[in-house]
């Protein structure tokens, strides 16, 4: 224990606040990584896959980017020797390993998956998985589940059901069941006339999606909404208040995306409104700017008062907690770093709010102490406490991090 921590340890404990069971909650909370940083969307089904339609966008051109599985895998690998902690790998269908073989989307099975599956066991971790509807000649138009042509629908809705057993299969293996998260970007850029078909085809379609028998202890699905798209700014068929009614009515988890809502709007307020009706939650942690940009998450105001809120409501077991964002013009590996530690340290400081003398003074009518601790939490010793934990994982604690980032870039990523 270094002197910094016995020191945080006792400016905590005056506050009623034990950093070691804040150290041991965290221990316990995985984070599920993203693969689609580390090649801005491309995926691999085919030689220089990249993103394309689908209402999202990866910008910059950074040098470095994945341009394999293998790459890519090397590169997670090096990401996750800077992350403390045992997190999860939260996977793509377009990241599919078809070994040169040419299968559509809608026949992919747990084959295509296998040597994700087996990659993630190797390092002991859990995996997540999300269906691609974007990047694919069925989705040039921009519509996928919603699409008024049947035989298109068909298709997507046979891709949801293969990623659903899919999940279920790798969860089957890793002994950790998988979140299958559905986001599609069915919108219009100009107004519509029609705004209700579109949103009937959709509930529809997530129906026969659903109705697939795969088993719920391996497998939970997600809805992910979406305020606007690029290429949707005037109409998201999937909006909030579309798949927040469908998961409540069918109980299934709602995902909130941090970007994807109006830019004053922020998450933290909704958590305990949607747990009151849905079993579970995922989050997508990102940072919107101005546009859903998918920036790299900070230990910011908005990410942290989304932990707060998870923490204070005792909502951990029952949030799921994955990452969105794709930087391309910054080192992605960098990128990865910054943003799941940020997402960490965001947890561990809620996990040392004040919250015994929080509670307190909110119930017995004190709000002037109620404020006053608020802005003391603030500038407590978050830092030694953080730097222990990446300590005892044998991870670097402050910016030495950045260090290996760059050794890898002059070793590794200039070479690509
Ligand atoms: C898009 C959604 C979605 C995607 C990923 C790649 O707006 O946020 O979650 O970012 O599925
Ligand atoms: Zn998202």
């Known amino acids: 224990m270094s002197a910094n921590y016995t020191s945080a340890l006792e400016q905590y404990a005056a506050l009623g606040v034990d950093t070691e069971a804040a150290l041991a909650a965290l221990d316990t909370i995985p984070i599920s990584l993203h693969c689609w940083q580390g090649d801005d969307v491309g995926g691999f089904e ?13 910008t910059g051109n950074y040098p470095g980017k994945a341009r394999t599985l293998a790459e890519l895998r090397a590169d997670l690998d090096r990401a996750l020797s800077l992350i403390p902690g045992k997190h999860r790998l939260n996977l793509h269908a ?21 040597s994700w599956i087996s990659w993630c066991g190797e390092r002991n971790m859990g995996m997540d998985f999300n269906p691609s509807y974007f990047s694919h000649p069925l989705a040039d ?36 069941p998988a979140v299958t998260n559905f986001w599609i970007p069915d919108g219009s850029k100009d107004l519509p006339y029609d705004r209700k078909s579109p949103r009937e ?10 109705a697939a028998p795969v088993d719920r202890a391996l497998n939970l699905d997600a809805v992910e909404s979406k305020l606007f798209g690029i290429g949707s700014e005037s109409y998201v068929v999937g909006s909030h208040e579309f798949y927040l009614a469908y998961a409540v009515k069918h109980q299934r988890l709602y995902c909130l995306d941090a970007g994807h809502f109006h830019p004053t709007e922020h998450l ?25 940009s998918d920036h790299v998450v900070l230990f910011d105001d908005p990410t942290r008062a989304i932990m707060e809120e998870v923490v204070r409501g005792g909502f951990l077991g029952r949030t799921h907690i994955g990452l969105d964002f794709f930087d391309a013009s910054i080192n992605r590996i960098a990128a990865w770093v910054i943003g799941t530690r940020s997402t960490l340290k965001s947890l561990l400081s809620a996990l040392l709010e004040p919250a015994a003398l929080l509670r307190d003074a909110e119930q017995s009518g004190d709000n002037t102490l109620r404020l006053a601790l608020f802005e003391e939490a603030k500038t407590m010793p978050l830092g030694a406490v953080w730097e222990e934990f990446c300590n005892r994982r044998n991870v670097p604690a402050g910016p030495a991090w950045m260090k290996e980032v760059k050794r890898y870039e002059t070793d590794v990523l200039a070479k690509r």
């Open 46 to 58: 085919k030689p220089g896959a990249a993103l394309s339609g689908g209402g999202i966008q990866a």
């Open 94 to 114: 377009c990241y599919a390993d078809l070994a040169g073989k040419k299968i559509d989307r809608n026949e992919y099975t747990a084959d295509q998956f296998q």
């Open 141 to 176: 138009d921009g519509l996928t589940l919603s699409h008024p042509d049947a035989a298109v629908r068909r298709f997507w809705i046979e891709h949801g059901i293969a990623c659903r057993q899919i999940a279920a299969e790798a969860a089957r293996q890793l002994g950790s």
């Open 201 to 210: 085809r959709l509930a529809a379609s997530l129906d026969e999606i659903f």
């Open 268 to 292: 933290g307020d909704k958590i305990s409104s949607i747990l009151q009706f849905v079993p579970e939650l995922l989050l997508h942690v990102s940072r919107g700017v101005r546009w859903d």
